[in-house]
């Protein structure tokens, strides 16, 4: 609303400064901007029809914390019973795919200050 043209014709001239994009609108300035509200009727309406259009929002909100609840429940049972030997788990470690590490990158070596921490030979330089 506030990005209207009436609206920015009112903040315009309720503005003070001298350079434009600096301006300040004081509080009391801002307080005396007249605002459309519709009656009290109309907006019982609309948030009787915002309530409707909603709700199926907030069902299948209340679905997914039900089974993001219900899948940290089953991971933590999970955890439990391979920790304490109820759930075997070697046969299938045994069946996944083996994947190598990829070696570090060259020229990713040690930052200056690292480097020049110690010389070779353990001692820093200045001891000799």
């Known amino acids: 609303m506030y990005r209207t043209p009436a609206c920015r014709v009112e903040l315009r001239q309720r503005a003070k ?3 434009q994009g600096f301006w300040r609108l004081y ?3 801002f307080y005396d901007i007249s605002v459309p509200v519709p009656p009290v009727d109309e907006q019982r309406l609309i948030i009787a029809q915002l309530d409707v259009n909603l709700s199926t929002v907030h069902i299948a909100i209340s679905r997914l914390e039900r089974e993001i ?3 940290r429940e089953y991971r933590t049972r999970l955890v439990a019973d391979v920790v304490t030997g109820k759930l075997d788990v070697r046969e ?3 069946a996944l795919p083996v994947v190598e590490a990829e070696p570090l990158d060259d020229g990713a070596a040690l930052d200056d200050d690292e480097s020049d921490a110690e010389e070779p030979d353990g001692e820093a330089e200045g001891d000799a």
Do not use: P
Request: glycine fraction near 8%; hydrophobic fraction near 60%; avoid cysteine.
């Open 27 to 29: 509080t009391d300035d």
């Open 69 to 71: 609840e219900l899948l």
């Open 17 to 19: 400064g001298i350079v």
């Open 92 to 94: 299938a470690a045994a």
